[in-house]
């Protein structure tokens, strides 16, 4: 199985990648980079269109099989700072046709509301063989970095989600388009439900420091199984 990992932000991917590691190419401001043998990553930028055009390039260019994609998120859960979280579907939260009729977060062409993860048994078998603590959960995805305030209560009262973060759900939906496999690996970076403390909002070394050292581990296992 061929596999792609799916990052926004250089600080997210700098951790996984060889020492020394230049990308293979750059495209569209993409730089894609070789991590093991059946195994790219790519870096797609912030917010739902970059994830969405990175994801197009990382199929028509490398044609994945599954697309694992992962970084830091937003809990709305009461969950220490670093939790591993396996989305078991996805969302997003600013897609809004209720004008016309459909739910709230109902995204068109495709029809859903939730969009499903595939091989979901399969990597929560290998976390646990991995002996990875980890929590599953619905991820909201959305173009804005969401806070504690109305809004944020707003996404938690409509969609109960786990997490809120701001690519997953349109790489999932690319993915989906494509016919192609995808996975959500998150690590929670801050606490949307509660006032966090001092030194603990958006702890992103922590956060990624601890989602690195799981994301390739599954990746390999994930690609061993299929062989």
């Known amino acids: 199985m061929n596999i792609a990992l799916s990052y926004a932000m250089p600080g997210e991917i700098e951790s996984i990648l060889p020492r020394g590691a230049a990308p293979l190419e750059t495209v569209a401001g993409v730089p894609f980079y070789s991590i093991d043998e059946k195994i790219i990553a790519c870096c797609g930028g912030v917010g739902k269109v970059n994830a969405a055009m990175a ?5 028509d260019r490398y044609h994945p099989d599954l697309i694992l994609n992962a970084g830091v998120a937003g809990s709305f859960q009461d969950l220490p700072i670093g939790t591993i979280v396996l989305a078991d579907s996805l969302l997003q939260h600013d897609v809004d046709t209720s004008p016309i009729g459909d739910p709230v977060g109902f995204v068109s062409t495709v029809n859903l509301l939730e ?9 929560r078998k290998l976390l646990e063989q991995l002996g990875v603590p980890f929590v599953t959960g619905k991820v909201a995805s959305g173009d804005a970095f969401m806070v504690k305030g109305a809004r944020a209560d707003w996404v938690a009262e409509t969609f109960s989600p786990t997490l809120c973060e701001m690519e997953g759900c349109a790489v999932a939906q690319v993915c989906l388009r494509n016919g192609v496999d995808f996975l959500a690996l998150k690590s929670v970076s801050d606490r949307l439900c509660m006032e966090n403390s001092p030194g603990e909002y958006f702890n992103f070394a922590q956060a990624m420091e601890q989602l690195n050292a799981v994301v390739l581990p599954l990746a390999r296992a994930l690609r061993d199984a299929d062989r």
């Open 55 to 59: 994801t197009q390039l990382c199929i």
């Open 115 to 123: 969009f499903p993860v595939e091989r979901f048994p399969l990597a």
